[in-house]
């Protein structure tokens, strides 16, 4: 098993910027590929970003590209979201996510994640 466990969410004004931290724990060398997601009232979850822990590279929503930045600190197990120039429609439940098969593309689809935080929720709002 998996834990993750997202933090960093918050309050904050359009146009500023917020990070967030997810902490993976547990038999993480099982997972191959960590994504955010999130989800907002009435809507369905979907993929913000996504990246490989073995090559680092990432997958971006086209909502998101040029604004966010996913990254990873494999010593700490952790992923970050870096959300620059939020917008109100930004505001979510975000989620982390693990998905345990090594794949040729970050898969952008939530059922292919294995494994999921709480979730962290962010409110951007003047």
């Known amino acids: 098993q998996v834990q993750l466990v997202e933090s960093g969410g918050g309050l904050v004004q359009p146009g500023n910027s917020l990070t967030l931290s997810c902490v993976a724990s547990g038999r993480t060398f099982s997972t191959k590929i960590m994504g955010w997601f999130r989800q907002a009232p009435g809507n369905e979850r979907q993929f913000v970003a996504g990246?490989?822990?073995?090559?680092?590279?990432?997958a971006y929503a086209d909502s998101v590209t040029g604004r966010f930045t996913i990254s990873r600190d494999s010593a700490k197990n952790t992923i970050y979201l870096q959300m620059n120039t939020v917008k109100p429609e930004d505001t979510a439940v975000y989620y982390c996510?693990?998905?345990?098969?090594?794949?040729?593309?970050?898969?952008?689809?939530?059922?292919?994640?294995?494994?999921w935080g709480q979730g962290t929720q962010v409110t951007v709002s003047s």
């Open positions: 990246i490989k822990w073995s090559s680092g590279s990432t």
């Open positions: 996510a693990a998905d345990r098969w090594i794949r040729a593309a970050i898969s952008r689809a939530p059922m292919d994640y294995d494994y």
